[in-house]
């Protein structure tokens, strides 16, 4: 058998009942959040020393001294890099793009990344000469990839950032429910307090008689 609730327990209303839903949701949407934000930050701070770090950024070598006729064309630099017998270079294909760096007489050579966890290769060729000048890897590709999560794929990548989205807004409509739910309830009792004063003195007369 259901026992009735007593006349005077009040039912919670709406805004309190949301406000209790949303300390639950902002504590655990803040734990799955934070670990997005963590992989952004770290990621971030990483990629802020690509100018810094080798094996980020590979160092730009000079090439030799030389007129921009005597410049070697984009062909010619592709067959050098070929003509390496890299294993990430075995054709065209493998090549993901060629730079012109003239004021360092310079063909900057991106090879394409073995797989989404792996940095591509890049390779400096002289633009006169044709000799190798500096051969490392490109690691700030791969970190810019965990920072966006596109190294997951690109359905993660999209997935992940709505979500990160929208959670965001989320946290911060329920963060300033929480912050003035407080308030309102003070307000809410501040403005019942008159009617309860009033009726204290006839129930006390009521209990007396």
């Known amino acids: 058998m259901k026992i009735p609730a007593s006349a ?79 294993p990430e270079a075995k054709s065209l294909d493998d090549i993901n793009r060629l730079e012109l760096r003239p004021g360092k007489r310079m063909w900057k050579v991106r090879l ?19 000799k190798l000048l500096n051969d490392g890897l490109r690691g700030d590709q791969l970190w810019m990839d965990v920072h966006t999560f596109l190294v997951f794929g690109d359905v993660a990548k999209y997935v992940a950032m709505v979500l990160s989205g929208l959670t965001l807004f989320w946290l911060i409509l329920t963060g300033y429910c929480l912050f003035f739910y407080p308030y309102w309830v003070k307000a809410r009792k501040a403005r019942r307090a008159p009617g309860r004063a009033a009726a204290e003195p006839g129930l006390a007369a009521e209990q007396a008689g």
């Open 112 to 130: 394409e990344a073995g797989s989404a966890f792996s940095s591509p290769r890049e390779l400096q060729i002289d633009a006169v000469s044709g």
């Open 8 to 86: 005077g327990q009040r039912q919670p209303d709406a805004l309190t009942r949301f406000a209790k839903f949303s300390r639950f949701t902002h504590k655990w949407m803040s734990v799955c959040l934070g670990l997005v934000l963590l992989v952004v930050a770290l990621s971030g701070l990483f990629l802020t020393f690509k100018k810094d770090l080798e094996y980020l950024k590979p160092a730009s070598r000079k090439g030799d001294k030389g007129e921009f006729s005597q410049f070697l064309p984009v062909q010619r630099v592709a067959e050098i890099v070929l003509d390496l017998r890299l």
